[in-house]
């Protein structure tokens, strides 16, 4: 309970410390060193919920600290290349990132289960089991190892499964296409025989037009509108189970973040909290317009039969067995997630009216 | 867009004010006046969700703006009579306070509306109407003609539907009832033939042991355990209909939150901002480990059928058509949620794996 083990550190350092509480109530915050620092962005900030949330965050540090505390945000590339701003953060060479957990599989296999994991929890359990079942403790720990201290900062709406020139009937009809696909859910599709890449946001167009890929997955409808994919392939399936939800973290320099004062961090901490409101509820208001307007392009919308999402299942399950036997913070995390989903069944099963 | 208009006020702000943002940058804040103001909650602190989320409010509050901006937190009747905050928060005889819009349908019968509607949104549906679909614009109308300015605060997570002594297999079952319930689904019940009271939810056990009420509904599997309601009626219903989200508000008295700084009435709304994140993730973190201690001790956990939950379907559809009827501010919130909410089933439809 990260925030909670917070709450009790202020509440114990208002008590003992009441003379400096006072000491500062003339000017609160003049004894903080400004802070400016510059945030390399994973996605550019046209795209909405993925790069907006992140300018977004700066605008919020921003106001809430009178202007004491900037992390500028940097279109991707503008500093280092996107997928070098772990190694740059941890030599302390670039101060923050906004980015997602998932980028860093290559680094750390398990940071991947807490961006998003296939067929696994939505927006609410998964936030549920960052705070409270113990997900954003085992996170500072394998990023701590790194020097990096990382924030949870939002969440954005599921993803759609993808795009594809032709109906898809059977898993049968997957093997064999060549597809652009992110992350765990990679894995899983090439288990079923689908031959993936990944390719960035802005290349993936062309790619599809020239015929290096089949199929693409990218994103959500309000986003995936907007990059064209509806040109060429007309047949959009849903849900995306490779990502119900995916997460978003801020990622610092820890020595940076540990020379913060008390009332810094919680400042970037509760703006980073105010960004799960703000990607909540952008991302769940904007999709059923874009479906519409999809539609009206004649875009043919699909959901996979169960039989499909049952073997995409299956496969998922061998390779997060695959993982977990090749990696131990893999191992921890996976069945730290598993043993609270089973608790939250329970609730989930009676709970809700849809 | 609310959000979006603070945000392209700050924006000019920065761009006319760069001198006043360098006249304060060696003590940001230093020209802000110390804010103490007294908030009175609806709900006692010990109440997890409920009290706790205001508990945590203050704290956050003060932690992000260095001890500047303090919301004390005061125990329900410690300064005036929940109900009652309303007005006093209207004179100015009260600053602040922590309760929920649907307190205050004596007063405006629309303020339900932004708290907790039968049949109606989830979270993640009810912030997306509130934030991008016009909610919180239209809340804020209805309050500031009462001199009371309002920031939505938090979410919790669905409630429980109630207790029974009896099994309940039809609404046959449930005509004559003595309930105890609250809000719109009050109305609701009503209209299917039960005899419904509000009583406060210390006083609901005594009451239930009586037999001055047969059932009672409260809230949530985390909080009914500790009310003890199992000990008397073992019969427990899902999913709460009633109340699938309820939101929470902070109210302030206009005037004095006009006259706050900028950055402190961001530091207000950026913290009730991340009161979503913790009320959603907490909420749904608590309830599965709740029904199991229910079940151990014996509750019989049932969902109603279709044809009950149809039938009170159709109930609210009446009390909702009655209650425009009579009230423009009703009718207004009430045409622009469920156009919203027609928009929004295209994408629930697809988007989700279950």
Redo the contacts between chains.
């Keep these: 309970m990260h925030?909670g083990t917070m709450?009790r550190s202020?509440?114990t350092a208002l008590a003992v410390g009441g003379a400096l509480?006072l000491a500062?109530?003339?000017?609160?915050?003049?004894q903080?060193k400004?802070v400016n620092w510059k945030m390399g962005s994973a996605f550019p900030s046209k795209l909405v919920q993925l790069g907006s949330l992140g300018k977004?965050l700066s605008?919020?540090i921003e106001?809430?600290?009178?202007?004491?505390v900037r992390l500028k945000f940097f279109e991707p590339h503008a500093l280092v290349p996107p997928l070098e701003m772990f190694d740059a953060i941890s030599a302390g060479s670039l101060d923050a990132a906004w980015s997602t957990p998932g980028y860093w599989f290559g680094k750390e296999k398990s940071l991947a289960l807490f961006a998003a994991v296939p067929?696994g929890p939505?927006?609410?359990?998964y936030?549920?089991?960052?705070?409270?079942?113990g997900g954003h403790d085992m996170m500072d720990k394998i990023y701590a190892k790194h020097g990096i201290k990382s924030i949870m900062c939002g969440v954005i709406?599921?993803e759609?499964s993808g795009w594809f020139r032709k109906e898809i009937n059977s898993i049968d009809d997957l093997k064999g296409l060549k597809m652009r696909f992110f992350g765990l859910g990679a894995k899983v599709m090439e288990k079923v025989g689908v031959s993936t890449q990944l390719i960035a946001g802005g290349d993936i167009y062309p790619a599809l037009e020239r015929g290096t890929i089949d199929a693409t997955e990218y994103s959500?409808?309000a986003i995936d509108l907007n990059l064209g994919f509806y040109q060429i392939a007309k047949h959009y399936y849903?849900?995306?189970?490779h990502q119900?939800a995916t997460l978003f973290d801020l990622m610092m320099n820890k020595a940076k973040w540990d020379a913060l004062?008390?009332?810094q961090q919680?400042?970037i901490e509760?703006?980073c909290?105010?960004n799960?409101?703000?990607g909540?509820?952008?991302?769940?208001?904007?999709?059923?317009?874009a479906?519409?307007e999809l539609k009206a392009k004649g875009v043919q919308?699909h959901?996979w039969s169960p039989e499909i999402?049952d073997t995409l299942h299956s496969a998922w399950d061998e390779v997060a067995a695959e993982l977990a036997a090749e990696d131990a913070n893999f191992k921890e995390v996976w069945t730290s997630l598993q043993a609270f989903r089973a608790?939250?069944?329970?609730?989930k099963a009676?709970?809700?009216?849809?």
């Design positions: 925030y709450f202020f509440a509480s500062v109530a003339g000017g609160a915050h003049a903080d400004r977004s605008a919020k106001r809430i600290s009178g202007g004491n067929f939505s927006a609410g359990e936030m549920a089991w960052m705070y409270y079942g709406a599921p759609a959500m409808p849903f849900p995306g189970w119900q004062s008390e009332t919680a400042q509760i703006a909290g105010d799960f409101r703000e909540l509820a952008e991302g769940e208001a904007i999709q059923g317009k479906l519409k919308i959901r999402l608790e939250y069944a329970e609730w009676v709970g809700y009216l849809q």
